[in-house]
């Protein structure tokens, strides 16, 4: 299967979508609707309760019953409205964390409210339609103190869709900060994966858009993979990862491979594939890495690696090396993990 190719399907029973990139699974999307119903990028009306000091945060109480944490506590009051975003997966028993930072999200823009200004993808190189965007977004714009950013996607629009698309987020926004009277609730839910995959996965325009059976098409043998902690890796070395409640701990080998760059080696294709392996497996948080065993000169060009294969990924921060040479590093937890997933869809 060459090219980029979006598949339509389902993983265990739950809606699912599969992005492939010559054959290669690149991203993933399954519905996580059953196992934490306020899911990523879903917006609610919530309520503070009590600030937690010493852990940076304050608990808020969410729809039906639940529970969140956010960070963000400058000028809030016990009992005040506010409107969040949840900004992640979570684990059983524990807060569903969100944040004050709000977007609203089409297949075209994304409506910024407390980030003003006009932004265009960098992914857009052209300066006449650079300049064509920004003037026809500044008209629909006019008057709102919100943001906007206009995605790699939207020069595919006509003038007249990409007006309207801009207009009906700015009126949604619009209307959803404004709604802060009531109790905790669910203002604007997620699409389901289908539909994500249609709105995210836009640009660059695949090759082909099928509909059809995981199995067939060989998704199903790929995900079937990231149920195992081996990751195979070239010239026989692979690495192994292993979420804790704590941390996620990889752990590189080369294999039967004893050569003098065998080490090196293994250690650059760990880190130029494990990016992809937390996105796919859904894994975030704090991430110990135990590279193989090598020269502390090789460090510099592995931490190279480490920083081009992250770029543009999810957010993250790399750490660098702890006293006894591991590596560490943090990413953003952006979506229930495939474990949790695929453990309630098969039950």
């Not at 109480?61 to 400058?74: A, C, H, I, S, T």
């Not at 960098?122 to 709102?144: C, H, P, Q, Y």
Request: proline letters at 6%; aromatic letters at 4%.
């Amino acid at each position: 299967m060459k090219g980029r190719t979006i598949i339509l399907g389902s993983y265990k029973e739950l809606e699912a979508a599969a992005l492939m990139v010559d054959g290669q699974l690149e991203d993933l999307l399954i519905d996580a609707s059953d196992v934490q119903p306020l899911a990523p990028g879903a917006i609610l009306r919530a309520k503070v309760g009590r600030q937690m000091k010493g852990q940076g945060g304050v608990f808020l109480d969410l729809p039906d019953g639940q529970r969140g944490f956010l960070r963000e506590v400058k000028g809030l009051a016990p009992g005040q409205n506010v409107i969040c975003m949840v900004t992640g997966g979570t684990e059983a028993g524990k807060a569903v964390p969100v944040s004050l930072r709000v977007l609203f999200k089409s297949r075209y823009c994304i409506v910024t409210p407390g980030a003003p200004g006009i932004n265009i993808s960098r992914r857009i190189r052209e300066e006449d339609v650079r300049e064509g965007l920004k003037s026809l977004a500044d008209v629909v714009m006019d008057g709102s103190d919100m943001g906007l950013i206009l995605r790699s996607a939207a020069p595919l629009a006509e003038d007249g869709e990409l007006a309207e698309d801009i207009n009906a987020m700015r009126e949604l926004a619009e209307a959803v900060m404004n709604d802060l009277s009531g109790e905790p609730e669910l203002l604007v839910d997620v699409p389901d994966p289908h539909e994500e995959a249609w709105r995210d996965w836009a640009e660059p325009a695949p090759d082909e858009v099928i509909e059809g059976d995981f199995e067939e098409h060989g998704v199903l043998d790929q995900l079937d993979a990231l149920m195992r902690a081996r990751v195979d890796l070239p010239n026989g070395a692979h690495m192994m990862i292993e979420p804790t409640r704590a941390l996620i701990a990889v752990d590189v080998n080369t294999g039967n491979d004893t050569s003098p760059a065998a080490s090196l080696k293994a250690n650059i294709a760990a880190a130029r594939e494990l990016p992809r392996q937390l996105r796919l497996r859904g894994l975030g948080g704090q991430i110990v890495v135990d590279f193989a065993p090598m020269p502390k000169r090789d460090r510099q060009p592995l931490e190279q690696q480490m920083k081009t294969a992250f770029k543009g990924e999810a957010e993250a921060s790399l750490a660098g090396w702890t006293p006894l040479g591991n590596y560490e590093l943090q990413r953003k937890r952006d979506r229930v993990s495939l474990e949790a997933l695929v453990g309630k869809g098969a039950a």
